[in-house]
Structure formats: structure tokens, C-alpha cells
């Protein structure tokens, strides 16, 4: 595995690599199973895989996790060379960022609902540095968790609106045992919290339960998961369809439920697409 | 020449000829002999030339031009036949935007002086339409004239800071004989405003021979050249380095001095790089 960290150097090599498939699979590291099935799924499409990590610091607002997102480089530089990675890619943020920038906004309606509710101006730093490594890497696929749907039907609109030619492909969410959905974030909970947040995978579990005894309108689903998800701080819970758009009824194939909620002060997200 | 307005027609064609080095002009039409000079240019280092006309709505702010623009749509077809381009891409509006967009937003600070100071959003709407392109066509070396010095600026920034792979030459500024910078909009001047802009030019050609004398400091040359154009109402008179950052002193090699101002409800933009 090449480990590179000069941006320069990663376009030189990849220019000599012009014919293969590239994959890229961006990461903010603390790799965890979720992470693996991207590279999976990458190491499966394409004949070359590149992963980054960064943890970018535009995405986060002031006040949050910027400081102590967990960091793990040895651990995580194990895994990528274990998984098969052909290259990771390690940038400074002073080769990323300079001073005065042209930045990538997210649009207006869908940039700035749930996630980019509470955290405006979150998705512009995700948009803008995932749109420095597309062009950086030129990959011919690039891999996203679906548990950040919004993410990834924001990524999947800059794309499409600014006609980048990578396809993005939404890779399933992966799960402890017990249901919670895997997240960099989980090493904040406490054991007690880590017993709240099962809430959030049995509020979505409750949902599914309810759609397959044909109970497809979006309020009473809603209201059960509110119900299961009760002693959380609930960020939101809203069921969309695949463009984002409120719905009043569950069609099959083109809805997303989605939950957000604090468990101590970390917020965790999950949903499942439907 | 392949007149195409399909932007995945362009796309298909374009990746058939993959190898070809490709040159490419952005235009908004109303052709001049400043375009010709660009396509001229793109012809000497490039094997394929592609020229798109597109009125760009999103760089217009309320109120200004964007329906009188001019439009020669024919006689544009002609010049660009003639002058050897291969490709000539008129895009639709409705297939450039949809609804509820990804922008590219100019830097905070240089996005927002002299042109941006007056028309706030411009070149965000500059910047979105250029990218896009640079998507769509993915060109080796693009053209743009040095008469609009701070879009080369922001669009040289937006290249480097995004990582795009596109060269972008400044071309020089194509002069009436008698000195009037080439404009699509100087068809709106009336006879006697046509003689009051020639105070925009002269005003640097005053500026250039007090440079000639060695007299460097930009604020004696700023006096000068405001009593020069002093009859017309100014936009602005700046001298800035390369970066777009005011200088004191003039310093060869490394200068721009650029003027605006209004003729009638013309606004005339101009510029020397020394």
C-alpha cells in the first residue's frame, strides 16, 4: 500500500495509472466496519482503491467535535493495508485549504433541512472538500455510507448539478449486533448511553414493523417512532422520498426514514432506506 | 463544425476524442475580435476547439441586461466556422440549472472588490457556469480575456483551489484603432458616448507613460488617472498586484491597474498588466 500525503505526488501517480478503474472510498479515519464495507464494495468495482483520511475541519461548526473526533492513524493505516488499499491518501489541511476561498455551497432547500438545519453551513464544507478530492483523485466510482443519506443525496446533486463525471455509489449501513448503526462517533457513549442509543435503530425497526402490516402513512409512523424514541432528545424525525422531499405516504423504493437524536451529548444519526 | 446543444451528446463525442488536446472558450456570444483573438489562440496549442455561447442568467443580477444582452446567433455560427472551431456548444438554460442548486460561491474577500463590491453574486454565478463547463468539456487549456482581469483571477482561483485539471490562459486585450477595449456591450454606446469612452483607455495610457517617467507610486498615478476620466462617473481606478491585493508602488511584472466607469448606462470595464 502507497501511503501519500502531498497532493501533487498523488496526481503524479495517478496520471501514470490513467487506464485502470479507480475507486475512492473518503474517510474522517477512526475506520470501523462501516468503512470496510466501503472498501469492499470499491476493492469489488474497481482495480485500483484510494482512501482518504481527513478530518475536515470546514464541516464543523464552531463549538463542536473538531478537537477530540476520535484519531486512530496506526490502527487505521492497519486496516486500509489489510482491506487491500492501494493507496491512502493523508493530507494536511494546509494544502487542502489556503486563505481566501471559492467554496462549494449546498443548495438552498435541501442543504439546509435536518442535518443542515442544526448545523448550517455543515454540508457547504462537505461539498467543498469532497469536490477538492473528486477533482484531486478523478476516481471513476467514489463510495458513501447510507447512513448519511443526506450526505449522500447532497454529494449525489453536486455531481449531477456541476456535471462531475464520478458515479457515487450508497453503500448499506452496517450494524453491532445489537442494531445500533456503526458511527465514529459511538466511542462518546457511555455503557448507559450506549443502551439509550438502541432506541434509534428500534424507533426504524418499530417503522418497518408497522410498513409491513401495510400501515404506510408517514404520521402514524412517525408518531410511533416518537413514541419508542421518547426518553431521547429527538433531533428529527422525518420520512422522505429519494429527492428529499417530504411524503405523506411510504412508497416502496423511493422513501427514506430518517432519525436524528442526542444521546448524552453526542448526536447520532440512523435511517433506513425503503 | 459540430454545432451541439446537447451537454450528454457533447459529453459522448467528447470521450471519443479522449486524446485529442483540447481547447476550450467560453463565450456568452456576440462575438468581437477580442473572441476571435481567444479562438485564435486555442487553435495554436490545441487539436480540438470547442467555443460555447450561453447567456449566463445566474451572473446577472436583477436589473441588469440579461434581456437586452446582445444576441447574433448566425453571425456568431459564421465567425466561429470561419475561424476553424470544431465544436460550437449552445447549451439550453433548463439544461444547465434545475432547481434548488449546488454553487460555486467566489472567495469572501476577492470576490467581492471592484466588480464584486458593485454587483454582489456575480461572480458566484461567474464561477457556478464556469465550473460546470470545465465538467462537461473538461478541457486541457481554457481561454478568457484579460479586459475581464478579476474573473480570470477568481476563475485561476477556483481551478487551483479546487484542484481542476484545466490550464487557464489570459489572452490580451483586443483594442479598437483608436483604443476603445473590445466589449460586447459597446454596441450600446450612442455616437458621442462611443468618443466619452475613450477616456477609459487613455486614462491608462496616461497611467503607462508616467510609469515610462519611472513614477511608480500608485497614488500620484490614481490622481492622474481620475482627472483623465474625470468628466465620465467613475466605478473604480485600482492598482493591484497579481493577486488582486493594493500595492503602493508599481512594480513591473507583477501590476494591474483597472479601471470602470459608466458611459450613459454603460458600464465599461478596462486594464493594463505590466
Redesign the interface.
Known amino acids: 500500500m502507497k501511503i501519500i500525503s502531498e497532493?501533487i505526488e498523488l496526481?503524479e501517480y495517478l496520471k501514470s495509472q490513467k487506464n485502470r478503474v479507480i475507486g475512492f472510498v473518503p474517510t474522517m479515519g477512526a475506520l470501523h466496519d462501516g468503512h470496510l464495507s466501503l472498501i469492499h464494495n470499491a476493492k469489488k468495482d474497481c482495480e485500483l482503491v484510494v482512501v482518504s483520511i481527513f478530518v475536515n475541519p470546514t464541516q464543523f461548526l464552531e463549538g463542536e467535535d473538531l478537537e477530540k473526533y476520535p484519531k486512530k492513524e496506526k490502527a487505521d493505516t492497519k486496516i486500509c493495508e489489510l482491506a487491500g488499499v492501494d493507496i491512502l491518501f493523508l493530507p494536511q489541511a494546509d494544502e487542502i485549504?489556503?486563505k481566501?476561498?471559492?467554496?462549494?455551497?449546498?443548495?438552498?432547500?435541501?442543504?439546509f433541512i435536518l442535518e443542515g438545519a442544526t448545523r448550517p453551513g455543515h454540508f457547504d464544507g462537505v461539498?467543498t472538500v469532497v469536490?477538492?478530492f473528486f477533482?484531486?483523485i478523478?476516481p471513476d466510482f467514489a463510495y458513501f455510507g447510507k447512513k448519511d443519506a443526506q450526505q449522500i443525496n447532497?454529494i449525489s446533486?453536486?455531481v449531477k448539478?456541476?456535471?462531475?463525471?464520478v458515479t457515487i455509489v450508497p453503500v448499506n449501513t452496517v450494524r453491532e449486533s445489537d442494531g445500533l448503526a456503526m458511527s465514529s462517533r459511538n466511542v462518546y457513549l457511555s455503557p448507559s448511553q450506549r443502551v439509550d442509543a438502541l432506541k434509534i435503530s428500534a424507533s426504524l425497526y418499530g417503522a418497518s414493523k408497522m410498513i409491513g402490516k401495510n400501515i404506510l402513512e408517514t404520521k402514524k409512523l412517525k408518531n410511533h417512532m416518537r413514541e419508542i424514541l421518547a426518553p431521547l432528545e429527538i433531533g428529527y424525525v422525518e420520512i422522505l422520498n429519494r429527492d428529499f422531499e417530504i411524503v405523506d405516504d411510504v412508497v416502496l423504493g423511493n422513501t427514506i426514514i430518517l432519525v436524528e437524536a442526542l444521546v448524552g451529548d453526542t448526536r447520532l444519526l440512523d435511517n433506513i432506506w425503503l
Chains 1, 2 share one sequence.
Open positions: 497532493i496526481k485549504y489556503t481566501d476561498e471559492v467554496r462549494v455551497l449546498a443548495p438552498d432547500i435541501r442543504g461539498l469536490n477538492k477533482n484531486i478523478n447532497l446533486l453536486m448539478q456541476l456535471f462531475m463525471s
